[in-house]
């Protein structure tokens, strides 16, 4: 392999591909992101590196979804966010708690730890049904902190939560105040992975501020790729002492677009008529159709129902090779053979539809 997609077909993408259930950045960028990518481009020229209205507008538009005078950073992915973030809460011997299944610990290559100049990060074992669910809980935090505190151990500082989870569940309002409340007794900062915070909003029908400052988190990295961009994440800042350094931190990672306009400007069609919460709940939605399907289905085991846009199930080795072999393309990465089925924002009922006819043909129902 010479590169990231290394084709040795010569067979090109053609519109027409069916939609995949993968991953929800499978997906294209939604209408309304892209009319204000080509607005800002025909705005002409833009001052750069951030300067420009479109980006002022789009951090504007975030101050008023959450209700607070917030410090916001665009950049071009969740690992740069979430690694950025946390290493502006962190000192080199600090550590972060999270759970096992948390995206940071999974699969940003140590990106938490590379940007933190060392921190490490803590991972929370626990047999509790919130495990279960990729869930932190005020307990297992408790525990960690506790476990040790002399010097030979790196000092607990953050706590970093998946909101809504890599399991497909959503922390409820309460379970975030209880771990944030838990975090102030052991006095840690809260860091909430929001790739998919859209989707946990749109299940909780709260507002956004309810589940973020008012509930005790200190910076949420705000996806906006899953949600419907093209690219681009919003890492927001509750506390300014927290951002202080910020901006430097993102231009020495590499992270500062100068044209950051193609960024920040698919942020407005996002946020304007709530185009965001619309995209999570049909994503939403869809995981939901999907998951009623494969419930009634015999010899399949669906885990948790779906809070999210995600949905579990464990399917016979046969069956997901079968699957596989008809084109469809999921990841399976629950021990025991689980497979996690992704929806997106642009996911038709008709793909479902395919999808569970296809799953039961190959269960021979
Ligand atoms: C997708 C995702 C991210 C961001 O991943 P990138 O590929 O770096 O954009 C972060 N956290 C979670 C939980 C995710 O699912």
Redesign the pocket.
């Known amino acids: 392999m010479s590169g990231f997609n290394t084709r040795t077909d010569g067979a090109q993408p053609v519109a027409t591909a069916k939609q995949q259930f993968a991953s929800d950045?499978y997906a294209g960028a939604c209408p309304e992101a892209l009319h204000w990518l080509c607005e800002a481009n025909a705005s002409g020229h833009e001052p750069a590196y951030g300067e420009d209205r479109w980006t002022q507008r789009s951090t504007d538009m975030l101050r008023q979804l959450f209700d607070i005078e917030c410090d916001v950073y665009f950049v071009f992915?969740?690992?740069a966010a979430?690694s950025l973030a946390l290493a502006s809460l962190c000192q080199s011997y600090h550590s972060v708690i999270c759970s096992p299944v948390a995206?940071i610990e999974t699969d940003?290559c140590g990106g938490p730890e590379f940007f933190s100049n060392g921190s490490k990060l803590l991972v929370a074992e626990s047999q509790s049904q919130a495990a279960q669910l990729g869930k932190l809980t005020p307990e297992a935090i408790d525990a960690l902190v506790t476990k040790r505190s002399d010097i030979h151990y790196p000092r607990p500082k953050v706590v970093s939560i998946?909101q809504a989870t890599?399991m497909g569940t959503v922390y409820s309002v309460d379970e975030v105040h209880a771990i944030s409340s838990m975090a102030k007794t052991r006095q840690l900062r809260l860091h909430m992975?929001g790739?998919?915070f859209a989707n946990a909003v749109a299940h909780l029908g709260c507002s956004p501020a309810d589940i973020t400052w008012r509930a005790g988190v200190d910076v949420l990295c705000f996806?906006g790729?899953?949600n419907g961009l093209p690219v681009g994440?919003a890492v927001v800042f509750f506390d300014h002492k927290l951002s202080e350094d910020f901006a430097w931190r993102v231009k020495q990672a590499g992270q500062l677009s100068s044209k950051m306009r193609f960024i920040s400007a698919p942020w407005v069609g996002l946020l304007e008529n709530d185009v965001w919460l619309h995209n999570a709940r049909h994503a939403n939605a869809m995981a939901q159709r999907l998951y009623t399907g494969l419930q009634n289905m015999a010899g399949i085991t669906t885990l948790h129902p779906p809070q999210a846009n995600g949905v579990f199930a464990q399917l016979p080795p046969a069956a997901v090779q079968a699957l596989h072999t008809r084109g469809w393309k999921f990841y399976q990465f629950i021990a025991g053979g689980g497979c996690r089925f992704m929806c997106a924002w642009d996911t038709t009922t008709e793909s479902v539809d395919a999808f569970l006819a296809d799953i039961c043909t190959v269960m021979g129902a």
């Open positions: 950045n992915n969740g690992t979430n995206h940003e998946t890599e992975d790739a998919r996806g790729t899953k994440e």
